[in-house]
């Protein structure tokens, strides 16, 4: 068909008018913004390594999602108070119900198998239903949401399936997927739209509010110990350039505390502009790239990781303090200390000068360009968040690394 551009059914009228497609595209942006604080609070309490990664990739992509529907909205006659809102407190009970999983398999279940298949489904919906021209945008929007969707489900339901094969939780988790499907029956489903039940439900676990823990989560059956202290690889070989290097890609490895620092801070920090917990999404998720970029070279060595002592001490250091004090740490003190000349372009330099590595060459290569990426949101959140300008910023970020040094000294000393 050439006519219309290709677009089909155009003399069809659609489901959605101007008003009710902007309460169902609140609905679906309240869920997956609901999901990246979700992420956020879960990711350092989980076991799991894959799940963690997986995390933080969704999380992004959940954070892609909502930044799309939040500009939908603005082109639906909708004001920036109303897209701020929640949509419906069953919704929200729902929400409030999932993050408190108790463990990797509840949490995978609640994600990949109740909420992320019904936004599938209800895509789809959307989809075909409303009129084709005149929701075009709506239509691109929920297409490429979908090809993220569908690709985490897939993962979802694959790490649902190991997690239950290694029995690691034999007291299983059907109460917990029934009471989250009864919570989004009461919330009319997806869109709202569905059948509810007729009666009001009530808080189960929600009626205590989720904490993070101060102390992230290693994986006890397939991990090394946790530590404050950097313990490089094992076996370490008498070449300086190869043993330095091989520490280079252990340091990238153990990133994923600073990725769990960040989800503290997301999950934390209240009532900031949508572009702070966009732009955070993104710092954490390059995070957990690093610590891939790591994990791949290790690999590539044939070197096992996975069972030596694993570094924590970002989030475990910093997790008593307040959000801002935790991410000037993190993106002031580290990250732009790290554009010195002997910081990120030395890394750089020395995996492609000296060791001559091509893989690490290109990891560190990103490594430095999110950096800088890192460094500017920095400076353009820290000082909102400690409520000062850079300069006094920049003077908080040194006592908190004083701080972090004499701890992990300290745990050194103690070893």
């Known amino acids: 068909m050439l006519k219309y551009a290709g677009i089909q059914n155009p003399y069809s009228v659609g489901e959605y008018s101007v008003e009710k497609n902007a309460k169902v595209i609140q609905r ?4 997956h913004e609901s999901l990246i604080t979700i992420a ?10 894959d799940l963690k990664v997986a995390l933080g990739k969704h999380l992004y992509e959940d954070a892609e999602a909502t930044d799309k529907l939040r500009k939908r909205l603005s082109h639906l006659r909708t004001s920036s108070q109303f897209v701020n809102r929640d949509p419906d407190p069953s919704l929200s009970l729902l929400m409030d119900e999932l993050i408190q999983a108790n463990n990797d398999l509840e ?19 959307h989809i075909a239903e409303t009129q084709q021209i005149v929701d075009q945008p709506t239509i691109r929007i929920l297409r490429s949401i979908l090809l993220d969707l569908e690709e985490q489900v897939e993962w979802g339901q694959g790490m649902i399936t190991v997690i239950q094969q290694a029995n690691i939780y034999p007291e299983g988790s059907d109460e917990f997927k029934e009471k989250l499907q009864s919570f989004l029956i009461a919330a009319g489903g997806i869109d709202g739209f569905q059948k509810k039940s007729s009666s009001l439900p009530h808080r189960w676990r929600s009626q205590k509010a989720y904490e993070l823990p101060f102390k992230s989560v290693r994986d006890p059956r397939n991990m090394g110990p946790t530590t404050w202290s950097r313990t490089g690889v094992p076996n370490p070989p008498e070449n300086q350039i190869q043993a ?6 252990r340091v990238r490895q153990e990133e994923m ?6 989800a ?7 009532n900031m502009p949508w ?3 966009y732009d955070l999404a993104r710092h954490l998720w390059d995070e957990v790239r690093h610590a891939l970029f790591g994990q791949a070279a290790l690999e590539a060595e044939g070197i096992e990781w996975m069972s030596q002592p694993q570094y924590t001490s970002d989030y475990d250091i910093n ?8 991410y000037t740490w993190l993106s002031i003190g580290i990250e732009e200390g790290a554009m010195a000349r002997t910081g990120k372009r030395a890394e750089y330099e020395f995996c492609r000068d000296e060791a001559k590595h091509p893989l690490m060459t290109q990891f560190q290569d990103y490594d430095w360009a999110d950096e800088v990426v890192h460094a500017n949101f920095g400076r353009k959140w820290a000082p909102d968040l400690i409520g000062e300008n850079i300069e006094f910023v920049r003077e908080v970020a040194k006592k908190e690394l004083d701080y972090f040094w004499d701890k992990v000294n300290a745990a050194g000393s103690n070893n």
């Not at 801070?265 to 209240?270: D, G, I």
């Not at 997790?319 to 935790?326: D, N, R, S, V």
């Open 28 to 31: 679906y942006r309240y869920i």
């Open 40 to 49: 956020a609070g879960q990711l350092p309490a989980r076991e799991d390594w």
């Open 107 to 125: 949490l995978a279940i609640g994600i990949y198998d109740v909420i992320k298949p019904a936004l599938i489904q209800t895509y789809k919906k």
């Open 244 to 249: 330095e290097l091989l520490d280079k890609m």
């Open 257 to 262: 505390t600073a990725a769990e620092l960040i």
């Open 264 to 270: 503290g801070v997301m999950f934390s920090q209240k």
């Open 275 to 277: 572009e702070f917990y």
């Open 319 to 326: 997790a008593h303090k307040l959000p801002g004090a935790q």
